[in-house]
């Protein structure tokens, strides 16, 4: 019996560890100068539906909350950190859904790895565009990664 209870407190503390991931980089950067960090609940989430059509509509009923770090007005130093760790990231428990890497733009999608085949429960967008523009967005919900693919087609 015990060595059942001490499994399942592993298994629980791995599965915990990948989901903590970029709530780890959040934390690690959000202290850093001028960082922005905005937290979108399911209510605020509803509401934002009402206003966009169209492909951003049909995402966003896939989106249940969302947190978005932006560290645009961070120093450059802290900008080129957060690239490094993005452009060397491999989460565990995550998939790369598209990595672009082109004239110091970078852009990487991860979807969280579910039981349900073609499902993911959190999508997490990271995007450096010249090292101006550095954005983390976790997004939580349901997401059918077809239909998600066929939206940005």
Known sequence: ??????????LFMC??????YFNGVVAKYSV????????ISEGMMKAARIFVGGKARKLLKMVDSMEIMSLKDCADDVKERFLEEIRNCAPQGY?????TDEKG?????FAKRSSEEGVA???VVASVENKGDVVLMIMNG????EDVANIFR
């Open 1 to 10: 019996m015990r060595k059942i209870l001490f499994l399942l407190s592993l």
């Open 15 to 20: 599965n915990a560890a990948d989901a903590q």
């Open 32 to 39: 850093e100068k001028k960082a922005d960090v905005v937290q």
């Open 95 to 99: 998939e790369t859904a598209m990595h």
């Open 105 to 109: 733009n970078v852009s990487k999608v």
């Open 121 to 123: 429960y959190e999508m």
């Open 142 to 145: 349901k997401f059918i990664l």
